[in-house]
């Protein structure tokens, strides 16, 4: 009898915590046991094949200096929605003389979870030079700039920019090599070959909000463009990024997906 009533007990705590938990983790996985996505995630090159691909997680130019976890393949992958939403935005764009350029798409959990850790080893500040000049690493949590969820994990949220046509050589980085201020202006930060957005990608900046008045005329007319652009095809920014979009009417607004950054992760 005492068994019974312990492992009914079990469950009632069980059935429970389920109900509280307000950000569930998807990992399904295949019958090999790797995590594999939904029906509804695509690769954007198999839809839009035009916007450039530059995924930052995948090599060491990035705020913690390092591959992420997670990031098997330099690839972009997206709900449907979100890649027929860009598809339309790179359709006008091209036609002003510009392409968009993606740096991260979908993160899997796993990534999310190796930033925590990161931010929580104070020592570890390799790349604050470029990333988080003005910013210390142990209010990283405090200011917003690191969090346990990230909407990336939904699945329809993409970090991207402009590039005119003919894109211009992209700088390559090398581990090792100096760091530049990533609020710099243009030609003294990172030679990144997008237009200038009045900070560099990934910036810990308050110069990086989007609205910022303190930015050149140009890099305001290039973040309204990219903003107006996507506003018009369903995706809103976070204005505290100008380089963070997510689509408004996201398929899975409340799901937070753990399977990795790879092409065979994808159904068909």
């Given at each position: 009898?005492?068994?019974?009533?312990?492992?009914?007990?079990?469950?009632?705590?069980?059935?429970?915590?389920?109900?509280?938990?307000?950000?569930?983790?998807?990992?399904?996985?295949?019958?090999?046991g790797h995590p594999e996505a939904p029906q509804e995630f695509v690769a954007l090159r198999d839809v839009a094949p035009t916007i450039i691909e530059e995924i930052r997680?995948?090599?060491?130019?990035?705020?913690?200096?390092?591959?992420?976890?997670?990031?098997?393949?330099?690839?972009?992958?997206?709900?449907?929605?979100?890649?027929?939403?860009?598809?339309?935005?790179?359709?006008?764009?091209?036609?002003?003389?510009?392409?968009?350029?993606?740096?991260?798409?979908?993160?899997?959990?796993?990534?999310?979870?190796?930033?925590?850790?990161?931010?929580?080893?104070?020592?570890?500040?390799?790349?604050?030079?470029?990333?988080?000049?003005?910013?210390?690493?142990?209010?990283?949590?405090?200011?917003?700039?690191?969090?346990?969820?990230?909407?990336?994990?939904?699945?329809?949220?993409?970090?991207?920019?402009?590039?005119?046509?003919?894109?211009?050589?992209?700088?390559?980085?090398?581990?090792?090599?100096?760091?530049?201020?990533?609020?710099?202006?243009?030609?003294?930060?990172?030679?990144?070959?997008?237009?200038?957005?009045?900070?560099?990608?990934?910036?810990?900046?308050?110069?990086?909000?989007?609205?910022?008045?303190?930015?050149?005329?140009?890099?305001?007319?290039n973040r309204t463009l990219l903003k107006d652009t996507l506003a018009a095809v369903g995706m809103e920014n976070y204005p505290n990024e100008w380089w963070h979009y997510?689509?408004?009417d996201e398929p899975f607004p409340d799901t937070y997906f753990d399977f990795p950054v790879a092409r065979r992760s994808l159904n068909g």
């Amino acid at each position: 009898m005492r068994f019974v009533f312990r492992r009914t007990l079990l469950a009632t705590l069980a059935a429970v915590t389920a109900l509280v938990t307000p950000t569930p983790v998807a990992n399904a996985a295949t019958s090999t046991g790797h995590p594999e996505a939904p029906q509804e995630f695509v690769a954007l090159r198999d839809v839009a094949p035009t916007i450039i691909e530059e995924i930052r997680y995948h090599g060491s130019h990035n705020f913690v200096g390092r591959p992420i976890t997670g990031y098997r393949e330099p690839l972009c992958i997206v709900t449907r929605p979100t890649a027929l939403a860009l598809r339309e935005a790179q359709r006008r764009l091209l036609a002003q003389g510009y392409t968009l350029k993606v740096y991260d798409c979908f993160r899997p959990q796993r990534a999310v979870d190796s930033f925590v850790r990161w931010a929580q080893r104070l020592d570890d500040d390799r790349m604050k030079n470029e990333f988080y000049p003005r910013v210390e690493k142990s209010s990283l949590f405090e200011d917003g700039y690191i969090a346990e969820h990230s909407g990336h994990s939904r699945g329809s949220t993409v970090d991207l920019t402009l590039v005119r046509i003919p894109p211009h050589p992209q700088e390559r980085y090398r581990p090792g090599d100096p760091l530049r201020p990533c609020f710099a202006p243009a030609g003294e930060r990172f030679g990144d070959n997008s237009v200038d957005m009045g900070t560099g990608f990934d910036c810990f900046d308050t110069l990086s909000h989007t609205d910022d008045p303190r930015i050149t005329d140009e890099a305001m007319r290039n973040r309204t463009l990219l903003k107006d652009t996507l506003a018009a095809v369903g995706m809103e920014n976070y204005p505290n990024e100008w380089w963070h979009y997510t689509l408004r009417d996201e398929p899975f607004p409340d799901t937070y997906f753990d399977f990795p950054v790879a092409r065979r992760s994808l159904n068909g």
